[in-house]
């Protein structure tokens, strides 16, 4: 019995080693892919509207930080996500942008980044609030039902910016104000998904504390 035991012991071992192994040769290899894709991508040509519209960039003094993809590289970018759809055929990504001055870099980059997600918010509770508004008139919703999430949304904004998660980086430019001061411009995506998430994450939060018992239904009251 003994014996048995040590070999199956041995056998689960021996499977779980070639399991990992596989593992770390199938990251490896998805990194190495990864590689590849962007090197090639950097060294594409950028589409002609990208270097247009990065041409009109540059002429009014906007810069990328060394090491930073050049501003026609990150536009074709920013295009190519906001063309891509979900199998639904709905967006796959919603795009936030602001533009933020300070004193420094980081702190201008640090606040245009939290007014990119306030923006994202923004559309997230301007979107929900399309969609409650198209329930009721398809009376699909009870008026006062419609009137309590509407009320808990609009007070929602600052809960989905604090709601959202890991963000996509999408542009990322500066230009220098005659003030010396940084003028950093961003502009962020984020999953269309994550933010349905996000926005019933805040929307729910807010009922609850309310007392309201619409928390426990806003699945169905949204149709998520």
């Known amino acids: 019995m003994k014996q048995i ?10 499977t779980t080693t070639m399991s990992v192994a596989q593992n770390q040769k199938d990251i490896v290899k998805e990194r190495k892919e990864i590689a590849k894709l962007s090197k090639s991508e950097l060294n594409e040509k950028a589409s002609k509207t990208a270097r ?48 933020s001055i300070g004193e420094n870099y980081d702190a201008a980059k640090m606040q245009a980044l939290e007014l990119a997600k306030l923006n994202l918010a923004g559309q997230i509770q301007t979107e ?19 009137a309590s999430v509407a009320q808990s949304i609009s007070a929602s904004k600052n809960l989905i910016s604090q709601s959202i998660g890991r963000v996509v980086p999408v542009m990322e430019m500066y230009r220098t ?26 929307i729910r939060q807010d009922l609850e504390e309310k007392g309201d ?10 149709g998520w």
């Open 5 to 14: 035991a040590v070999i199956i012991v041995a056998a689960f071992v021996a």
């Open 52 to 99: 247009k519209e990065a041409k009109k960039y540059a002429k009014e003094g906007w810069l990328v930080s060394p090491g930073a993809l050049p501003i026609e590289k990150q536009l074709d970018k920013s295009y190519l996500m906001q063309y891509e759809y979900d199998d639904s055929f709905f967006p796959k990504y919603i795009m936030g942008e602001a533009m």
């Open 128 to 146: 929900v609030t399309a969609l409650i508004d198209n329930r009721l008139a398809n009376k699909q919703l009870a008026a006062e039902q419609a």
């Open 177 to 202: 104000k005659n003030t010396k001061n940084k003028e950093v411009l961003v502009r962020i995506a984020y999953n269309a998904e994550m933010a349905k998430e996000a926005a019933k994450k805040a």
């Open 213 to 222: 018992e619409l928390s426990k239904q806003l699945d169905e009251l949204l």
